[in-house]
């Protein structure tokens, strides 16, 4: 039986290992808590425990998932691609198909916030 402090005055009694492992795999019992040390009647930190230490460790040690994606920016992953895309357009007038490039925020605000240049 564990009797383990979560935070202060908030208390979990797990009645099996297996019960205590489940509670540190699903993160209710932290780093933070406070477990009961039967044979020093004394509240010790849960870090001291060798059961917490070893499912933390497998915790930390497992690699995060990936997340599923195409793509995480609007920019090209590869260079290479982006020199071919830009080879394989047209000449002549292709003005329709490119944005228009950004205006400058002085230009833009500038009026706006009374910095004026004479």
Known sequence: MF???????????????DDFTSAIRRGEV?????IYHR?????????????FRRVAAERSA???LPLPREQWTF????????????QAEPD???????????RSWRTMFGGLMGHHRG
Do not use: F, N
Not at 5 to 14: A, F, P, R
Not at 30 to 34: D, G, N, T, V
Not at 92 to 102: F, L, R, S
């Open 62 to 64: 497992d690699p995060p």
């Open 30 to 34: 932290s780093a933070r808590s406070r």
């Open 3 to 17: 009797l383990v402090e979560l935070k202060s005055g908030k208390e979990e009694v797990y009645r099996s290992l």
């Open 75 to 86: 920019l090209q992953a590869d260079p290479a691609e982006e020199r071919e895309a830009h």
């Open 92 to 102: 002549g007038d292709v003005t329709a198909t490119k944005a228009t490039p950004a």
């Open 39 to 51: 044979a020093a009647s004394m509240w010790i930190p849960v870090t001291l425990h060798p059961h």
